[in-house]
């Protein structure tokens, strides 16, 4: 997943050279993120003391506390509550799975027929009310994001993956082990996944609350309710000290905590920056210790300006990608979507945007996996999507029939090929520089892409009201089940409404899978029906730039959502 750059900040703005494959760290950079590409889970490392406070920046505010809603399955709302949320997995630095030994002692299935997966939850386990963490508080996560009705009238999970094929969880030994049973028949090959990507919620504070959770009604008021109250509650290192709208939200240590890592910093601030153009100013003047926001030019360069600050570059699971509505007329002919991704050449959108200062960066050639994942396969290249080539591109067409008259592509029925909608969201510089790349290479062949941005993205992909689409989607460890969800005839996330029986199969059977080097392999021929369709058109991984400054030890890079707070405990100053 990583292919770092990391630089102490001299105090200097640095050029161009900084940010090549031969930028090399200056001799203090051994204290800090040298070393991550070949040690990502333990650069920055280094002994700590106790006490001090750390101030780090989010780039969202936070409108829903419930992580198990659309609303609240955020980055920002994730990374806040990292120090408060037990989760039964944790993604680490090298975007492996590992088990969350703090919370539980074991995870596993236990039976095949049907699937069965016990949790053994830690007797010490407790919230920071000292009410123990049992099979209560899964069943709350399972009812939260089943999508059943009959669990919950109105809630709205970020995703029912997983925990829509559960038939029943059984609490034993006091609560303490926790028996997940599937509905009959039924695989689920990202088991891992359930009761990690989001954590757990007290189910005792929302029966506290008069909330009657064996009733959907009362699973719905919980998870309002959740959604709408900052906690006072941990189950974690840290829990909620003062929360002040929209600027900042100060943890404090946790008493009840339970975990072998005690937490060294006594506070930690995270400051709601949404303005990228106040970030730097806010880290020279020490407003902020450090942060993990989506990298520009100009914040790479300010970072590296900025005296004491240690930085690294990386690569994340999120990927940019251009998708077609297949709904539009001229779009439904495969030939034409083919023709307008291979005139559209991948390596200058990159070369024009991150990888200004990225220079590791590559154009994507999966739809599935990023480079780095031991599945990555190329299965775009070989065919000239994103090459580039308006040469190869036109023969597509005229063989086809098409035709360039006077500047403009007709169909071999004689209709001229209407100019196409290209959407983004709006303030996405980034998106709009490839918005502008793309304008300029369907041009030549005849095809008017107009850029029109939105103020609703996701509205703007659910309503389908676009003819081309950029946005992004975000992989994990956890490959198997996304898949389907996006791909597949009728998915939610399928939102050019893209269909392909046989494809169907190979991403339905990758879900139930439960061997995952099989299920991959059924993943990489279902990406060669998808690259063959040329549905979407896959541009770049996006980069990451975590930054701190260097007497803080313990931060660093992390490719999921939870970013660098997924070891929050393990922050400190550095000792002397």
């Known amino acids: 997943m990583r292919a770092s750059i990391v630089v102490v900040a001299a105090g200097l703005l640095l050029g161009a050279c900084t940010f090549g494959d031969s930028a090399k760290p200056s001799p203090t950079a051994t204290i800090g993120f040298a070393d991550c590409e070949q040690n990502p889970t333990t650069c920055n490392g280094g002994d700590i003391k106790l006490g001090g406070s750390y101030t780090y920046g989010l780039a969202q505010p936070i409108t829903s506390w419930n992580v198990n809603t659309r609303e609240g399955n955020t980055p920002a709302t994730k990374q806040a509550l990292a120090g408060l949320l037990p989760q039964v997995f944790k993604i680490d630095p090298q975007g492996r799975l590992q088990l969350n030994e703090d919370l539980v002692s074991f995870a596993d299935i236990t039976n095949q027929n049907p699937e069965t997966v016990v949790y053994k939850i830690r007797p010490d386990a407790v919230w920071s009310d000292g009410i123990p963490v049992t099979a209560d508080d899964f069943i709350l996560a399972w009812k939260q994001n089943s999508g059943n009705p009959a669990h919950c009238t109105a809630c709205t999970p970020a995703s029912t993956s997983g925990y829509d094929v559960i038939k029943s969880i059984v609490g034993s030994d006091g609560g303490k082990t926790v028996t997940v049973t599937l509905v009959d028949g039924k695989t689920f090959g990202d088991w891992k996944g359930n009761f990690s990507d989001d954590g757990l919620y007290p189910s005792h504070l929302a029966t506290k609350q008069g909330f009657d959770l064996a009733k959907p009604d009362g699973v719905a008021a919980a998870a309002d309710w959740f959604a709408k109250t900052v906690p006072t509650w941990s189950g974690g290192p840290y829990q909620i000290d003062s929360y002040t709208k929209d600027q900042t939200l100060v943890l404090r240590k946790n008493d009840k905590w339970y975990g072998k890592t005690k937490p060294s910093l006594d506070r930690i601030t995270f400051k709601f920056v949404p303005d990228p153009a106040a970030i730097v100013p806010a880290l020279r003047a020490k407003e902020l210790t450090g942060m993990s926001p989506v990298p520009t030019q100009a914040l790479v360069t300010g970072v590296a300006g900025t005296p004491g600050v240690i930085y690294e570059i990386g690569e994340s699971y999120a990927w940019e990608h251009l998708t077609l509505n297949v709904r539009n007329k001229y779009l439904a002919d495969p030939v034409l979507r083919r023709a307008l991704f291979t005139a559209i050449n991948v390596k200058t959108i990159v070369d024009k945007t991150y990888g200004t200062f990225d220079k590791n960066l590559k154009p994507l050639q999966s739809h599935n996996f990023v480079p780095g994942d031991a599945s990555y396969k190329d299965v775009i290249s070989g065919t000239g999507q994103g090459s580039g080539d308006a040469n190869k591109a036109k023969k597509l067409l005229t063989d086809a029939g098409y035709k360039l008259e006077n500047g403009h592509l007709v ?121 063959k369709d040329a549905y979407v058109l896959p541009l770049m991984q996006r980069p990451t730039l975590t930054f701190t400054y260097q007497e803080y030890a313990n931060i660093r890079d992390n490719p999921s959502l939870w970013g660098p707070t997924y070891n929050i405990q393990e922050w400190g100053q550095r000792a002397a």
């Open 411 to 531: 169909t071999k029925a004689g209709e001229a090929v209407a100019p196409l909608r290209l959407r983004y969201d709006t303030g996405n510089a980034v998106r709009a520089a490839i918005a502008e790349q793309i304008a300029a290479a369907l041009k030549p062949i005849g095809v008017e892409a107009r850029a029109e941005t939105t103020d609703a993205l996701a509205q703007t992909l659910t309503t389908a009201d676009f003819d081309l689409v950029l946005a992004d989607w975000v992989n994990g460890p956890l490959y198997q089940s996304a898949p389907e969800r996006r791909w597949s005839s009728g998915a939610p996330g399928n939102y050019g409404g893209y269909s392909n029986p046989e494809l169907d199969r190979l991403v339905h059977s990758a879900a139930l899978d439960v061997d995952p080097r099989h299920a991959a392999d059924s993943l990489n021929q279902a990406d060669d029906l998808l690259t």
